[in-house]
């Protein structure tokens, strides 16, 4: 063996890292995660104030939309590039435009301004969480992977939970645009820590050819959804010439997406990843649970607000057994996740109590003691909680390393982009539920409906929302349940079969 083929070995084949490596990797991404994870939900809380700073009430959607519509384009994109690049190059990338972002929304002199900001940080933000999750699977193998997936449940919890309330400490007692500015510092850390950590992480460059023209069609077409998602029912009457003008344009950029993936031979989203169906409802399944828990978190405030009649900071506080519960459930199944063969058992267990918990929120929605509706909050939460695991880490199971950054962006596109769709429907239920029309707001509508009206609408809600889990309970079932790869937990297991291969692109 000559010594060119020795190093070429060596670079095909790099030493396993350690624990203590694996560790620091994983701390260094969760900090990257905790800035785009903040961001979501630190900016609600200052919204009125930002309102009245640029006397503009109107346009205030679009601070949380353009963040929306930028994140979700493109995060498939990262998930590509990253298995051209290298996840470490994206992942600073991806900081340092979410800072830069941050800094101009932080100086913005109009509300203009502001949104272009705001599209400029969701640019950068889109890549943090599906670049962690990809990272993860980069250095941990399948069996041992989900453990990990805990900690990136504790980061979405303690920034849904978190960043209202700092969000509004900082509003009230100091500036709004600090809400921006913290991000400066923390934004830095993130690099420092990232920049000399991901060095570590394996990486094997490999020539791809990146499909743009696919790229700009799959995002072309996503921003049009979201379009007609954000403003239908609000700027748009729901069947209207424009917002059917939207739906047609996005439905036909993605008819031209999915030609472009049967003609090209590079798509920007292969064949192979699309067509596997562990990945297919993994994607799914996973997407119905996280829209789920994005539209609870949402109404279930507005919920106690104006149905159990709680305070705001209250009903902050409130979300907490169902965040927390949704942490808690998802380390446990991830830990077990290595010692079980029949891992989708958990998950199905829990979704179905979700369902039960949710039915009984629709049954009795306003006449229920506040304890028992946190308890049936927790109980959602634990149900959601044991899927999130489960989904990510079969999907990523079942395909090759190279394409893990790819399948990994297009599942956190997806759920993106049902999230959205779920909010939208649910804050139409609402909207219809209450007698409301275009141009109304959810919340002011909410605070001036009797009772009645509001009982009404949210218990069709809750009935949604078991309806998208009912979803995704069917797809669970549907997903085949393969033996993750890695070490196995005793010496008398058996050994590890492979996942079904995946054809190189």
Same mark, same amino acid.
């Given at each position: ?244 003008? @939207? =739906? +047609? *344009?996005?439905?036909? $950029?993605?008819? #031209?997406?999915? &030609?472009?993936?049967? !003609?090209?031979?590079?798509?920007? /989203? ?80 829990? @979704? =179905? +109590? *979700?369902?039960?918990? $949710?039915?009984? #929120?629709?049954? &009795?929605?306003?006449? !229920?003691?506040?304890?028992?509706? /946190? ?97 995704? !309970? ?32």
């Amino acid at each position: 063996m000559t010594a060119k083929t020795v190093k070429s070995k060596a670079r095909a084949e790099p030493r396993p890292l350690t624990h203590p490596e694996v560790r620091a990797i994983v701390l260094g991404i969760l900090m990257a995660m905790f800035l785009g994870a903040l961001d979501q939900t630190i900016v609600a809380t200052a919204l009125p104030t930002i309102g009245r700073h640029f006397s503009n009430l109107g346009d205030l959607s679009w601070v949380v939309t353009a963040y929306l519509l930028t994140g979700t384009a493109v995060t498939p994109l990262y998930g590509k590039l990253s298995d051209i690049y290298g996840r470490r190059m994206m992942m600073l990338i991806a900081i340092v435009i979410f800072v830069a972002g941050s800094v101009a929304c932080a100086m913005a002199p109009s509300m203009t301004a502001l949104v272009l900001g705001r599209a400029v940080q969701g640019l950068g933000g889109g890549g943090l969480m599906a670049l962690a999750q990809t990272i993860i699977a980069d250095i941990v193998s399948p069996r041992e992977r989900g453990r990990y997936q805990g900690y990136i449940g504790a980061v979405f919890a303690t920034s849904s939970v978190g960043g209202p309330v700092l969000g509004g400490f900082l509003t009230e007692h100091l500036d709004w645009s600090l809400i921006f500015w913290i991000n400066l510092p923390l934004g830095l850390a993130a690099l420092g820590m990232t920049s000399n950590v991901l060095k570590r992480v394996p990486y094997q460059p490999r020539k791809h050819r990146l499909d743009v023209i696919g790229a700009l069609l799959m995002m072309s077409a996503a921003v049009a959804l979201l379009l007609a998602l954000s403003w239908g029912g609000r700027r748009f009457d729901w069947i209207s010439p424009q917002f059917g003008a @939207l =739906l +047609l *344009t996005s439905a036909v $950029l993605w008819g #031209l997406f999915a &030609w472009r993936l049967v !003609m090209t031979q590079e798509p920007f /989203l292969p064949l192979a990843v699309l067509g596997n169906p562990v990945v297919r409802c993994a994607a799914l399944a996973g997407a119905c649970s996280m829209a789920t828990l994005v539209g609870m978190t949402i109404f279930v405030p507005l919920y106690f607000e104006v149905v159990l009649h709680l305070s705001a900071s209250q009903s902050g506080l409130a979300l907490i057994p169902l965040m927390g519960a949704t942490v808690l459930l998802s380390t446990i199944t991830g830990r077990l996740m290595m010692h079980v063969t029949h891992y989708k058992r958990m998950p199905l267990i829990g @979704l =179905l +109590l *979700t369902i039960l918990a $949710l039915a009984a #929120l629709a049954i &009795w929605p306003a006449s !229920m003691p506040t304890v028992l509706v /946190l308890l049936l909050l927790t109980v959602i939460g634990s149900g959601l909680g044991t899927l999130f695991p489960i989904s990510t880490v079969c999907m990523q199971n079942a395909v090759t390393q190279h394409q893990m950054g790819v399948a990994t962006g297009a599942a956190n596109f997806f759920r993106s982009l049902f999230s959205a769709l779920v909010v939208a429907v649910l804050g139409a239920i609402v909207l219809g539920g209450l007698g409301g029309g275009t141009g109304m707001s959810v919340e002011m509508l909410a605070r001036a409906a009797s009772a009645n009206e509001l009982s009404y609408a949210f218990r069709f809600v809750f009935m949604a929302c078991a309806l998208v889990i009912a979803f995704g !309970m069917a797809f669970l079932i549907s997903m085949e349940e393969r033996v993750l790869k890695g070490p196995a937990t005793s010496a008398a297991e058996a050994p590890q079969a492979p996942a079904t291969p995946i054809p190189a692109e």
